[in-house]
């Protein structure tokens, strides 16, 4: 079990994976340097990249030097985020740790206010900020991209998880010791839909994470981003199946064991594939998936009967009336079911 002696005290550690990423990870780096914060070690993972990202890092080894920052760039080949994450989390060394993408950005005082928060809270082992939105290309600002949800609550796991809150990597802070308790060899589990789940969910399982109500980070919104291509039906049906499987894991991870919370990870499995479905116009397969997700929640037979048919008939003048059928035999007086 890893021990707080083992980090250096008051240092942070940021790890960032990035994959042909020259035209952004300027923006990035510049951010780590304008930091108000003294100690920090910055580990770039270049994941096999085929552009210049390796020798635009490589340009900044003298800049981080003067700044007084530790710098450490690895080549890895190409493979994904998360694996490109493993490559760097054997070398933190930190008291706290932060793994900002490499073409968002810090405001000056992220690191800062957050290392305070949580020097003066030392019950907290960890803590975020707010994210603010901005286009890559104008850089003006953007709509919030993801739901703020109960800034009040602490408790975040099933929040993160059913989308509720955001994901935003860099608004978080964990105490390293506690990190690696949870990941004792260093290594997250690997998959192709992303890292954040791996890095977020296990840790807010077991602490509780209060809100900085500052926007400290700030998310680039860029639309020829792998995460926003346009996917074919294979493709995104390949990519939930990948994060059914990586939620698996982390209950494993997690030791989640109770029947209560093993219905509620089942329904958000079947929720998603229901969704996934009507987007392709499987009806038949998402009328059998809610069907499914009705039945997990223990819903009257009378419920899952009008999810079933509502499917086929949505958007319909027969939906309308069959809506109305529903609520009066439970005994809704035509208001009950309405959303």
């Known amino acids: 079990m890893n021990r707080q002696e083992e980090f250096m005290k008051g240092k942070v550690s940021i790890v960032t994976p990035v994959f042909n990423g020259e035209a952004y990870l300027p923006q990035m780096l510049d951010s780590v340097l304008a930091q108000t914060y003294p100690h920090v070690e910055m580990i770039l993972v270049d994941d096999g990249s085929t552009d210049e990202t390796f020798r ?3 340009r900044y080894r003298g800049k981080f030097e003067a700044r007084g920052y530790d710098y450490r760039l690895i080549q890895a080949p190409h493979k994904n985020a998360s694996a490109a994450i493993n490559q760097g989390l054997s070398y933190v060394r930190g008291e706290f740790l932060i793994w900002p993408d490499s073409d968002d950005v810090l405001e000056p005082e992220s690191i800062e206010k957050r290392v305070m928060f949580l020097q003066e809270h030392p019950r907290y082992h960890c803590v975020r900020s707010l994210p603010y939105y901005f286009d890559a290309e104008t850089k003006a600002p953007m709509q919030r991209g993801e739901r703020q949800g109960d800034l009040s609550n602490e408790a975040l796991f099933w929040d993160i998880l059913e989308a509720r809150t955001y994901v935003s ?9 506690y990190f690696f308790q949870i990941y004792q060899d260093r290594r997250i589990p690997e998959y192709d839909v992303g890292q954040n789940f791996q890095m977020l969910l296990p840790f807010m399982y077991f602490h509780k994470c209060p809100t900085i109500r500052e926007e400290l980070y700030g998310v680039c919104v860029r639309r020829d981003s792998h995460s926003r291509r346009t996917l074919t039906e294979a493709e995104e049906e390949k990519r939930y199946e990948g994060f059914e499987n990586l939620i698996d894991d982390i209950a494993g991870i997690c030791a989640i064991n109770d029947q209560p919370s093993k219905d509620r990870l089942m329904r958000w499995k079947l929720g998603r594939r229901c969704n996934l479905s009507l987007k392709y116009g499987r009806k038949w397969r998402a009328a059998k998936t809610l069907w ?5 929640e223990g819903t009257k037979k009378t419920k899952r009967i009008e999810a079933f048919l509502w499917v086929f008939v949505r958007h319909t003048w027969l939906g309308k009336v069959l809506r109305q059928m529903f609520w009066q035999i439970r005994g809704a007086g035509g208001q009950g079911g309405k959303k």
């Open 292 to 296: 499914q997700m009705h039945k997990v």
């Open 56 to 58: 635009t890092a490589e």
């Open 169 to 177: 990597c860099g608004c978080y802070m964990l105490r390293s010791c």
